[in-house]
């Protein structure tokens, strides 16, 4: 059974730093790696997608690396903002059996980046 | 123009009621799911289509029976509702069941009273 955990679970920091947002997974059959932001009250919002042939994924600040054989990931937000706090979910869609397209989610980062 | 629609966005009802939640994509996705996301924000599958097929089924009470017209629409109808299904309700869908992005839908916050 597939278990994605993330590290650490809540996180602040000033305004500018440098961060970064820990997945592990359990089961390396998967086809892809998601990362997700959610903002209190909404949907869920895809950041990026890595397909498992892949190392890493960038989009404008942020970057995510995938190493599937060791069952992590990361996501590497450069010079954070205010706006960039939410709580960020990784998600894996796993390969095969019964859990086939299955998205696996992990519990979240809770960031808050403070001017 | 919304992806992922799902409405009603809030629902409160009594114990006891049955109550639906409709969700429709216009992506053109072949693939639809239904997620949970309990109390302490942890999402989790409940089921899956393809194709207006049902392929994932996650040990999920039988008083929620998804339903899905065509692949474009995935509803959820809930009977006897309890205490216990107080949640929100995210609706997502991917070009295909696997290996392909997912868009979720803004969730249906349902509270049951």
């Known amino acids: 059974k597939q278990e994605v955990t993330q590290i650490p679970a809540a996180l602040s920091v000033p305004e500018g730093e440098n961060l970064v947002l820990n997945c592990s997974f359990t089961?390396?059959?998967?086809?892809?790696l998601q990362w997700f932001r959610q903002d209190p009250g909404k949907g869920l919002t895809s950041l990026l997608l890595i397909q498992s042939s892949q190392r890493e994924q960038t989009s404008g600040r942020l970057n995510a690396s995938l190493d599937k054989s060791s069952g992590r990931s990361t996501l590497y937000i450069a010079a954070s903002q205010p706006g960039d706090s939410a709580t960020y979910l990784c998600?894996?869609?796993?390969?095969?059996?019964?859990?086939?397209?299955?998205?696996?989610f992990g519990q979240g980062t809770i960031l808050t980046v403070h001017p | 123009d919304t992806a992922v629609s799902q409405t009603p966005k809030y629902l409160v009802t009594q114990m006891g009621n049955d109550k639906s939640i409709k969700c429709e994509q216009n992506?053109?996705?072949?693939?639809m799911y239904w997620y949970k996301q309990d109390s302490k924000k942890f999402l989790k599958i409940m089921f899956s289509?393809?194709?207006?097929?049902?392929?994932i089924n996650e040990t999920v009470p039988n008083r929620f029976s998804p339903k899905s017209p065509d692949k474009a629409h995935l509803n959820l109808h809930i009977n006897s509702l309890e205490l216990g299904d107080s949640a929100v309700y995210f609706c997502?869908?991917?070009?295909?069941?696997?290996?392909?992005?997912?868009?979720f839908g803004q969730g249906t916050r349902l509270t049951v009273v």
């Open positions: 992506l053109g996705h072949d693939t």
């Open positions: 089961d390396s059959a998967i086809y892809n």
């Open positions: 289509y393809n194709n207006k097929e049902l392929i």
């Open positions: 997502a869908s991917s070009l295909r069941q696997g290996g392909t992005e997912a868009f």
């Open positions: 998600a894996v869609i796993n390969a095969g059996g019964t859990s086939y397209g299955k998205l696996t």
